[in-house]
């Protein structure tokens, strides 16, 4: 169990794994004042907002990469599409098919460098 620190207003400010002078006391790991000293404050709703959009277009890009790199993997026989779980291989094989209708739809497909 934990040992805590706290501050005048008797808020937790730290924790500790031995006890210290200046955290006598101790707390169940998971007694709620150390649950939510733990959680990340959150940014204003705002601030939250835009940082999500840009987390999950930073997703995507990263998908991108990833699918191009299996990809030249693949090609460069490394290994082969059937070395990954079956259920890797179905949702590589799915987006890749997905990205060919889109590219026939739309017309040249973008590239990511």
Same mark, same amino acid.
């Given at each position: 169990?934990?040992?805590? #620190?706290?501050?005048? *207003?008797?808020?937790? &400010?730290? =924790?500790?794994?031995?006890?210290? !002078? %200046?955290?006598?006391?101790? @707390?169940?790991?998971?007694? #709620?004042?150390?649950? *939510?000293?733990?959680? &990340?404050? =959150?940014?204003?709703?705002?601030? !939250? %907002?835009?940082?999500?959009? @840009? ?13 191009? =790199? ?10 082969? @599409? ?32």
């Amino acid at each position: 169990m934990p040992f805590v #620190q706290r501050d005048q *207003n008797n808020n937790i &400010i730290a =924790l500790f794994a031995d006890q210290q !002078a %200046e955290a006598l006391e101790e @707390l169940k790991v998971d007694s #709620q004042e150390i649950i *939510n000293f733990l959680k &990340i404050p =959150l940014l204003n709703n705002s601030d !939250a %907002e835009e940082q999500s959009q @840009l987390l999950l277009q930073s997703d995507a890009d990263f998908i991108r990469v990833l699918e191009d =790199l299996i990809s030249v993997l693949l090609d460069k026989h490394v290994f082969l @599409l059937t070395d990954l779980p079956s259920a890797a291989q179905e949702k590589l094989l799915k987006r890749q098919k997905i990205r060919s209708d889109y590219v026939n739809f739309m017309g040249e497909e973008e590239d990511i460098f």
